[in-house]
């Protein structure tokens, strides 16, 4: 009896948590600040940057599904990829630098002691009951990722 309390309770949460996913996705997209990290400075040759995860199906760090772009003329630089026909619901993803998992930006909660930020998968929640475009931004600087869904389709 005790037992099947507690797996309603932890049910519970889940759904709560998921909730409060969903509105913070909502409210302007979800954003993880990733550990410091040797940083690329201006003029430096970028490093190429892929989303993997199940926002593209595939977890290959050097798949071009998710491969992101640069913005040009832009200081810092900023890479973008928007992803079409997103399945609704909550997935996970992370950002590869160069094609291997090394120094893949991940979620910041998940640090290793030496500072490593390859860890835990990002977490992010597309809205509704049907697929999405999905954009995800990059800045290799500052090491930030942010999730978003456009506002014209989140209602």
């Not at 099947?4 to 519970?12: D, F, G, L």
């Not at 997103?86 to 500072?115: L, Q, R, Y």
Request: hydrophobic share 35%; with cysteine; charged share 25%.
């Amino acid at each position: 009896e005790e037992a099947e309390k507690a797996r309603q309770e932890a049910e519970e949460t889940a759904r709560q948590e998921e909730a409060e996913e969903a509105e913070a996705a909502q409210e302007g997209g979800v954003t993880e600040q990733v550990p410091e990290q040797p940083r690329p400075q201006a003029g430096d040759d970028l490093p190429t940057l892929r989303v993997v995860g199940t926002l593209v199906g595939q977890w290959e760090p050097d798949d071009n599904a998710g491969l992101m772009a640069y913005a040009e003329g832009r200081a810092p630089p900023v890479a973008t990829v928007t992803l079409h026909d997103v399945p609704c619901g909550p997935h996970e993803f992370k950002v590869t630098i160069d094609g291997v998992w090394d120094n893949a930006m991940g979620a910041s909660s998940c640090a290793d002691a030496d500072g490593a930020s390859d860890g835990l998968n990002i977490g992010a929640v597309v809205p509704g009951d049907s697929p999405a475009t999905v954009v995800v931004t990059c800045d290799p600087v500052a090491r930030s990722v942010t999730f978003a869904v456009p506002a014209e389709q989140s209602q």
